[in-house]
Each structure stands twice: as structure tokens, then as C-alpha cells.
């Protein structure tokens, strides 16, 4: 079965610093990854996926993430944090044979200091 | 951009009473998918529908029924409300193949009393 531990529940980062958000997955193949953002009281929005090719990934609201099949992560990074990045991130795992269903992390809130 | 939509943001029903979640998406998505959110619990599965008329069960079906009559719309229905679904509800779709990447809408606080 597909899991995706997220280590870190609050993180706490000044304005202008870098980020790196952890995720670990299990998944015995090469799993489809994504991470999304979740701001107060909305819904989940894609920031970036990896499924093939290079490594490194680049999403929207300049985020990148780095697929690692060694070390089974998929970590997110922001070289300088804005302050409207306050928010909910999701790392999710899905997989072919999982009929396409994702399963979740359980988030990581980030609150950016001024 | 893909569009997903919820009939609405907030909700509050009365213990017993019967209650839709409708939820529309706008990409010919095959998959659609009905979630709740709780503080410190994530996103929980409640249904999964892969196509017209059909229906999966996710890890928390129980109090909960769907329906899927048409391609775009998927419909999470309470039959009895009960104050433990007092909940976030996140409806998303996805396309049936390639990156399974999912499409949320902004959710519908659901309140029971």
C-alpha cells in the first residue's frame, strides 16, 4: 500500500529565507507525485507533480521539488519565501495501480514571520 | 484551467435531516472524488466515482451515499446528518489517465446541530 509521511507539522520561516518542506513516500514502483497548497478555508490547489523524466521539478508561485528514489522523497523548496505563502502544503502519492486514487500526507503549516 | 465547483461554501443542516453536497467540474474528468477534512486527521476518502454510475468506496463511506447520473457531476449525500459530520468536504476530479494530478473545489463547511 501507498503512505506519505510529511516529518514536520508547523514550520516557521522568516520572509526572503529559503523553505524546504520534507515528504517521504512508500510505494513499491515509481510512484506519481505531487505537492499541493491550501490556504484558509479553500480547497487544494497543484502546485507541482513529478511522474518521469527529470528529477527536478518546477511548479507554479515559484516552487520546485526534487524526486530522490533513494531516499524515497520528494521535498519541496522556495529559495525566498513571500509572505502570502502562509499556508497548508500536501505532499500526495498516487499510482497506476491504485486506479489513480491519491493518498495524502498529512500536511505542514507554514507561518511566515515579517 | 480546469474548474471544479461546490453548491456551496457554508452549511448548516439539523441532526436527522437529509443533505446534498453537489459538486460540478468542468474538464470531461473521468475520476471524481469526495473527501472531509478534519483538524489533525488530513483528507479522508470518503467515495471515489471512475465513471458514469460507478462508485468505489474510500475509507470512510459509512453515513454517506453518492450518486453519479452524469459525467460532470458528482453528488455526496447524507441520509440521516449526524453532528459527527460536522466537517470541511473537498470534492476534486482527475482525468483517467496520465498524472492523476487532482482538481479541487473550495470546499463546504458543513455544519451540524
Known amino acids: 500500500a501507498q503512505s506519505v509521511t510529511q516529518p514536520d507539522i508547523h514550520i516557521t520561516v522568516s520572509e526572503g529565507a529559503s523553505l524546504e518542506l520534507r515528504c517521504n513516500y512508500s510505494y513499491g514502483a515509481t510512484p506519481y507525485l505531487f505537492w499541493y497548497v491550501q490556504s484558509p478555508g479553500q480547497g487544494l490547489q497543484l502546485l507541482l507533480k513529478?511522474?518521469?523524466?527529470?528529477?527536478l521539478v518546477q511548479g507554479i508561485k515559484g516552487f520546485e521539488a526534487e524526486f530522490k528514489r533513494s531516499q524515497s522523497s520528494f521535498n519541496l523548496r522556495k529559495p525566498s519565501v513571500h509572505w502570502s505563502d502562509a499556508a497548508e502544503y500536501f505532499c500526495a502519492v498516487a499510482a497506476s495501480t491504485n486506479a489513480g486514487k491519491s493518498t495524502f500526507g498529512d500536511g505542514t503549516t507554514l507561518t511566515v514571520k515579517p | 484551467d480546469v474548474k471544479v465547483t461546490q453548491s456551496s461554501r457554508y452549511l448548516v443542516k439539523r441532526t436527522g435531516e437529509k443533505v446534498f453536497l453537489e459538486c460540478v467540474q468542468d474538464?470531461?474528468?473521468?475520476?471524481m472524488f469526495w473527501y472531509r477534512q478534519d483538524p489533525g486527521l488530513g483528507l479522508r476518502l470518503i467515495y471515489f466515482s471512475y465513471d458514469v454510475k460507478m462508485k468505489e468506496k474510500g475509507d470512510i463511506p459509512e453515513g454517506y451515499s453518492v450518486s453519479r447520473e452524469k459525467k460532470e457531476r458528482f453528488s455526496l449525500i447524507l441520509e440521516s446528518a449526524s453532528t459527527n459530520q460536522t466537517s470541511m468536504y473537498l470534492c476534486a476530479s482527475s482525468p483517467l489517465l496520465g498524472a492523476y494530478e487532482q482538481y479541487f473545489g473550495p470546499g463546504t463547511r458543513l455544519t451540524v446541530t
Open positions: 513529478y511522474f518521469s523524466g527529470d528529477t
Open positions: 474538464m470531461d474528468h473521468e475520476n
